[in-house]
T-cell receptor, first 111, second 114 residues
């Protein structure tokens, strides 16, 4: 099935550092979503973006909907150990309910 | 708000048996529910989209007779893996959404077929 290009694939950082990850696509999306998944659990919604250029924050997390509608990034500031997990972007195509998921970014935070 | 409950969380059964997984939206009415499959260290792959009261729409390559989906009410969808075999072992995750709202996911079901 179709997937989005998400990078980096994995990150190993020290507590307190900032993190940045992004997703790109050849398709135009009308919604971008960012989820976090921990082992053995389902994804949890972090941020939803609905308009091109939109910049939205949720605590230490900030995400933006790219102007071209083909990309999005997620930043995490001042990372802490509980930020560990896999982060997925997901784009919703125009005129459909379906989400296309990114390949995921595995984040490890060391104290 | 927007809580999705999935049950059971884990199933281990013999080859040839059928397994039913339930997905419930606890505090909202889900006009659409989705079923995904996830392999280890991989992303989520959509299997089918389910609208209340109508037949599910399956993604290409997903056998509808193998993976039976029922969405009988606005708060419940079920996935039945019929005559399961070891290659059906996987992590199955459902999601649900109200109109114009993002999808919210259940905690997944780990299916192991011996």
């Amino acid at each position: 099935g179709q997937q989005l290009n998400q990078s980096p694939q994995s990150m190993f950082i020290q507590e307190g550092e900032d993190v940045s990850m992004n997703c790109t696509s050849s398709s135009i999306f009308n919604t971008w979503l960012w989820y976090k998944q921990e082992p053995g659990e389902g994804p949890v919604l972090l941020i939803a973006l609905y308009k091109a250029g939109e910049l939205t924050s949720n605590g230490r997390l900030t995400a933006q909907f790219g102007i071209t509608r083909k990309d999005s990034f997620l930043n995490i500031s001042a990372s802490i150990p509980s930020d560990v997990g896999i982060y997925f972007c997901a784009g919703q195509l125009i005129d459909t309910d379906k989400l296309i998921f990114g390949t995921g970014t595995r984040l490890q935070v060391f104290p | 708000g927007a809580v999705v409950s999935q049950h059971p969380s884990r199933v281990i059964c013999k080859s040839g048996t059928s397994v039913k997984i339930e997905c419930r939206s606890l505090d909202f009415q889900a006009t659409t529910m989705f079923w995904y499959r996830q392999f280890p260290k991989k992303s989520l792959m959509l299997m089918a989209t389910s609208n209340e009261g109508s037949k599910a729409t399956y993604e290409q390559g997903v056998e509808k007779d193998k993976f039976l989906i029922n969405h009988a009410s606005l708060t419940l969808s079920t996935l039945t893996v019929t005559s399961a075999h070891p290659e059906d072992s996987s992590f199955y995750i459902c999601s649900a959404r109200e109109p114009h709202q993002p999808q919210h996911f259940g905690d997944g079901t780990r299916l192991s077929i011996l």
